[in-house]
């Protein structure tokens, strides 16, 4: 029993899902093709998020936050082999869910996804696309900066409060917050 290449979303069977068309028509600005993605991944990314968070309301609003990363990433042409989608939105998923994880009091405001993704959601989309760039930008450095800049930038730790916290010198704390900073601004260019 052969399969379509395009109708297999990496290993994952996924009938009725051709991975490939489909990623090719939201990156050429197909709507249907992005209600297509939502109907899919939509149920999948909620029982993922509620087996997490144990917590209906915060599942909802995250699935809701995973479905417009998702579209956005891929209006941008960032997921670079289209058979992987299943596992792009996932770790998307995981990413935000992580994010929440972290610090919940300081999540960027959740929109509501609407039912038919009008035209008129393009402001929101855009604000979520930066969002989601500065995101990226932050995954591209080391674990230990990105712990260095949110204690200075989230939590308004000093270097010394930071240093004693990490066992790190002062000196290095503000080489590594300066060095993180500078990589961060040369990715989002």
Do not use: G, N
């Given at each position: 029993m052969e399969q379509a290449a395009g109708s297999l979303c990496g290993a994952l069977p996924v009938p009725a899902l051709d991975c490939v068309r489909l990623v090719e028509r939201i990156q050429s600005g197909d709507q249907a093709a992005e209600e297509a993605l939502v109907r899919y991944f939509q149920p999948r990314v909620a029982a993922m998020l509620l087996a997490?968070?144990?917590d209906r309301e915060v599942a909802l609003?995250?699935?809701?936050e995973v479905l417009w990363e998702s579209i956005a990433a891929l209006r941008r042409g960032q997921l670079r082999e289209p058979l992987k989608l299943p596992g792009f939105v996932l770790a998307i998923a995981r990413n935000l869910l992580n994010n929440y994880f972290r610090s919940s009091q300081h999540r960027p405001q959740m929109t509501e996804l609407p039912d038919n993704l009008k035209a008129s959601a393009t402001d929101t989309v855009l604000d979520n696309?930066?969002?989601?760039?500065?995101?990226?930008?932050?995954?591209?450095?080391s674990v230990r900066d990105r712990e260095i800049l949110h204690l200075t930038l989230v939590d308004g730790a000093t270097p010394a409060q930071i240093?004693?916290?990490l066992g790190l010198?002062?000196?290095?704390v503000r080489q590594r917050?300066?060095?993180a900073i500078r990589q961060v601004q040369?990715?989002?260019r």
């Open positions: 997490r968070t144990h609003d995250l699935q809701q696309e930066r969002d989601l760039a500065v995101q990226h930008a932050l995954e591209r450095i240093a004693q916290r010198s002062s000196e290095v917050k300066s060095r040369e990715i989002l």
